[in-house]
Structures are given as structure tokens and as C-alpha cells.
């Protein structure tokens, strides 16, 4: 059902206001199954339809796990040398976030990384033993975010 329209995607959403458990269970599968593009068209509905606020949000929960299963396979088949750190933090960060700016948080990451490496100088190849000596004898704090205490 991948490609629903929107009136199709609206249809299926007013339909998860049925009292048989039987076909809201059958619709929410199908929702899961549209995933991302029946996300925005839930969370309007979510917002105008209180009262079927936790049915649309085991939705989505299931929309983005998929979502996170699949980023996260994709993510582990690469070989252990080529595993981002940073990006399987934000995936996960992601799930219980969805509207989470990653790109804000990755500039963040960089600005820190820098003024690290601008503290710690040519000690920088040194590594992490390094890293967590010289944030201890300095303030640690970058952007309001404090760190290593």
C-alpha cells in the first residue's frame, strides 16, 4: 500500500476510531506499512483527535522502530572500522526524539571536538586517557553543555 494517497491515508486514520479491535488492528497494520508517509497525516490527527491519541502513537512508535531497525541494520553491516559512532547515537537518539535537529547537534559535536583539540595541542594523537585528563583540569564546558564531571 506503499504510494496511498492522502484521502486513502485520512480514510484508514478515521477508521482506527472503530470499536472492533479486530479492524483497528488490521488498520494500524496498514498504516505501518505506508511508514513515513502516513507520519505527518498521524500526528495532525494525533493533535485533532484526542481522543485517539494512544492508538496514533503506538502507530508511529512502530513507523519509527521499523525505520530505526532498518538505519540500524544498514548501520551494522558496514565493517567495524567503518562504523559511525556519531550516527548510531543520533539513530537511537532519533526514536525517542523524532524531531530531533541531528545537523544542529552534529555542528554542535564539531565546535567541542575543535576547542578539544585546540586545548589539548599536538597531545591531541595521544587518545582518550589524554582527552580525560585535560577535561578534568579545565572547565569542560561547551555551548551550556558540561562534560567529563
Do not use: H
Amino acid at each position: 500500500m506503499v504510494g496511498s494517497s492522502e484521502n486513502q491515508i485520512r480514510a484508514l486514520i478515521r477508521l482506527l476510531a472503530d470499536e472492533n479491535e479486530r479492524i483497528v488492528k488490521t488498520i494500524s497494520g496498514k498504516l505501518v506499512e505506508i511508514g513515513d508517509t502516513a507520519v505527518p497525516l498521524l500526528q495532525e490527527a494525533e493533535i485533532e483527535q484526542p481522543e485517539m491519541a494512544r492508538r496514533i502513537e503506538e502507530i508511529l512508535d512502530e513507523i519509527r522502530g521499523s525505520r530505526l531497525e532498518d538505519d540500524l541494520r544498514t548501520l551494522a553491516a558496514y565493517p567495524d572500522d567503518r562504523v559511525d559512532l556519531e550516527t548510531g547515537a543520533f539513530l537511537i537518539a532519533r526514536y525517542g526524539y523524532p524531531n530531533l535537529d541531528v545537523q544542529a547537534y552534529g555542528r554542535q559535536l564539531d565546535t567541542m571536538a575543535t576547542e578539544v583539540r585546540d586545548r589539548m595541542g599536538p597531545r591531541c594523537s595521544i587518545g582518550a586517557p589524554v582527552f580525560r585528563s585535560a577535561c578534568r583540569s579545565s572547565t569542560c564546558s561547551w555551548g551550556g553543555v558540561s562534560a567529563c564531571r
